[in-house]
């Protein structure tokens, strides 16, 4: 059975951490390019972070540049988004997704991951 579970979200205060992860199983891990996305109220989807199938290329959103990090792990069939120095701006619903042969960066994906909630908030 094909899975993406998120896990990581919750409230942060500016200029914290927090460490969103997907534990994705039932598919070759290591044919699929991975995203991040979010979206916040009233906004449009934006694609956040990426990763090509190898793992030798990233590419982030201008307003993450410098604070977020994207990783997998193909041993372990997990994806991560390390988030740092976090800012009111950055408050949105975030989800994990694959693409099967996907490029990065890429505004298009197969498979998803459930909502994470990320606020920022003093």
Not at 15 to 34: N, P, V
Request: with cysteine; aromatic share 10%; proline share 3%.
């Amino acid at each position: 059975q094909l899975q993406l579970v998120e896990s990581g979200g919750g409230p942060v205060q500016p200029g914290g951490s927090l460490r969103l992860s997907c534990e994705t199983s039932g598919f070759d891990f290591g044919y699929y390019a991975i995203h991040w996305f979010r979206q916040a109220p009233g906004k449009e989807r934006e694609g956040v972070s990426c990763m090509s199938r190898d793992g030798r290329s990233t590419n982030y959103a201008d307003s993450v540049k410098g604070r977020f990090t994207i990783s997998r792990d193909a041993a372990n069939h997990t994806m991560s988004l390390q988030m740092h120095n976090l800012k009111h701006e950055d408050t949105a619903v975030y989800w994990c997704a694959a693409e099967k042969w996907g490029v990065c960066p890429s505004t298009t994906y197969d498979f998803r991951g459930q909502d994470a909630q990320v606020t920022v908030s003093s």
